[in-house]
């Protein structure tokens, strides 16, 4: 599965260095070359000459050794790598890189490289979750860094918590996965519409519901994880995307939708997952309405159907449409699939259990234009995603 891949394994001071030897050794056998950089903390955990036998390379452990080298190789060893995997990565490590230091060959390659950067975290628990480290983890993922979740169990100290290294397995599997993606939207705009729209009454209240934007938010990350050219249209939401992503954000069913209009015409796929609100208030107040005696009345109007409409302009494009229903949900979503024109319709019922708005996982149905329902367990909106995404690929390669 690694056959080939050049693979930079830092190992830091932190107790589960013990485990970087079966990680190692796992790689190897996957049929990557490894070259293993360790800091001198790391060398008080595990001994250079334990990783030199598994990697059948010399270790790097110092920036400037007393024998005579080239004096850039941590250029040379940046470019040299597929890969930069750091596993123990600990507090100082990720706080190091997350300040831009660069002071020993380790996070001097780390810097360098333009080769995926990928830590595998291991602290106490008080530490990981310390928020100084936490913002550390978001602002280096925000800048595109990758982070393979710690566990939860015993710790070294005696703690119980989040902060065990995830297993030599687990780590590989991310790493395979990782260095394996599919690029197969290269070339391709996609446009995605997440979260919900809000819809003033005055001053201080809006219509609205509880759709936080995670399903939309993962669709645009596999999307431009597989090479397309992304744009995605958000309601309100404390999400954050990928710095490569055209994010644009809008609060209103009529912002979303001239949004969606305007950049239409230069994609090639739409996937609308918005909870867009159907109804708005006919007359927004400019102040906050008082409380009063008597019953306040709303009159509602109707709010524009964006994915109808886009359907009318649709042509080559793929259209792909979620919808929410608490009963007949595959009868419903049919004739919603049928009257939008959309190519694939994703119908999820948010009374089961783990399913619908304000959860990480989901239960759907997919359903295509020829009335054929794929029903899918529980699994997370990342794996979802996925799917969705891999439906979408084959309709655009017809």
Not at 85 to 114: E, F, M, R
Not at 234 to 253: H, Q
Request: net charge positive; with cysteine.
């Amino acid at each position: 599965m690694l056959k080939g891949k050049k693979i930079i394994l830092g190992i830091t001071g932190g107790i589960a260095a013990y485990k970087s030897a079966e990680l190692c050794r796992r790689l190897k056998k996957s049929g990557a070359e490894v070259q293993v950089i360790m800091t001198q903390s790391g060398m008080k955990f595990i001994t250079p000459l334990t990783m030199e036998c598994l990697s059948e390379k010399e270790v790097i452990t110092e920036m400037f050794p007393e024998r005579r080298m080239v004096g850039t190789r941590h250029i040379s060893l940046a470019q040299w790598a597929d890969l930069v995997l750091v596993a123990p990565a600990t507090y100082n490590l990720i706080g190091k890189i997350s300040a831009g230091l660069a002071d020993d060959i380790l996070t001097t390659v780390i810097s360098s490289t333009k080769a995926p950067v990928v830590f595998a975290p291991t602290m106490n628990v008080n530490m990981y979750e310390n928020p100084i480290c936490q913002q550390n983890i978001e602002k280096l993922r925000k800048l595109g860094y990758r982070f393979i979740e710690p566990g939860v169990g015993d710790l070294a100290c005696g703690d119980v918590g989040k902060g065990r290294m995830a297993e030599p397995e687990e780590i590989l599997n991310e790493v395979i996965k990782l260095l394996n993606e599919k690029k197969d939207l290269t070339g391709k705009s996609i446009l995605v519409t997440a979260s919900r729209t809000e819809e003033p009454i005055d001053s201080v209240r809006f219509l609205s519901n509880r759709s936080t934007g995670r399903m939309g938010f993962a669709v645009a990350e596999e999307a431009f994880s597989r090479g397309a050219k992304v744009t995605l249209i958000s309601g309100p939401s404390d999400l954050d995307c990928s710095p490569g992503i055209n994010l644009f954000k809008v609060r209103t069913a009529q912002e979303m939708y001239k949004a969606v209009k305007k950049h239409f015409a230069k994609s090639d796929a739409l996937v609308m997952t918005s909870a867009v609100s159907d109804f708005a208030p006919e007359k927004v107040s400019s102040g906050k309405i008082k409380k009063q005696e008597t019953e306040l009345s709303l009159n509602l109007k109707q709010t524009p159907d964006i994915l109808k409409e886009m359907g009318k302009q649709k042509g080559k494009k793929v259209l792909v449409g979620f919808a929410v229903e608490t009963e007949h949900e595959i009868e419903n979503a049919k004739s919603k699939l049928k009257e939008k024109n959309l190519d694939i319709i994703i119908v999820n019922n948010p009374n089961l259990k783990g399913a619908g708005f304000e959860f990480d996982t989901n239960i759907a149905t997919l359903i295509d234009r020829k009335g054929k329902a794929e029903r899918l367990p529980l699994m997370s909106k990342k794996e979802l995603a996925e799917k969705i995404i891999d439906r979408m690929v084959k309709l655009l390669n017809r």
